[in-house]
């Protein structure tokens, strides 16, 4: 049984920073990731990275965000910095149920087996 779990979140001005947090429990494949969903918004792909450490990144948080991983790959992270308004969303981690030999992992949530709850994040003034 595979367990996502994620923690991190809160409110912040912008220009501010957050350090997002994924428990994983279980065996996951090679890719895992964040994406985040606004409330009428579709949901989108922010950052990802594969076991091998090849990471992903949405052009809009290209220089502001960065993923990692522990040794384990107990826990995932991302990192955002110099957070905009239009960062605000519920972030959810996400893996693969499967190991595949790929480039770089995907941005498409359909591609993602396992689904945490989310964490919030509000950047306003």
């Known amino acids: 049984q595979v367990q996502l779990v994620e923690s991190g979140g809160g409110s912040v001005q912008p220009g501010g920073s957050l350090r997002l947090s994924c428990a994983v429990s279980?065996?996951?494949?090679?890719?895992i990731g964040w994406f985040r969903q606004a409330p009428g918004k579709e949901r989108e792909g922010v950052a990802f990275?594969?076991?091998?450490?090849?990471?992903t990144y949405v052009d809009s948080a290209k220089g502001r965000s960065t993923i990692s991983q522990d040794n384990t790959r107990n826990t995932l992270y991302l990192q955002m910095n110099s957070l905009k308004p239009e960062d605000t969303a519920m972030y959810f981690c996400?893996?693969?149920?499967?190991?595949?030999?790929?480039?770089?992992?995907?941005?498409?949530?359909?591609?993602?087996?396992?689904w945490g709850r989310g964490t919030q994040v509000t950047v306003s003034s």
């Open positions: 996400a893996a693969f149920q499967q190991l595949r030999l790929a480039l770089a992992c995907p941005s498409v949530s359909a591609h993602y087996d396992y």
């Open positions: 990275i594969s076991r091998n450490g090849v990471t």
């Open positions: 279980g065996s996951i494949g090679n890719c």
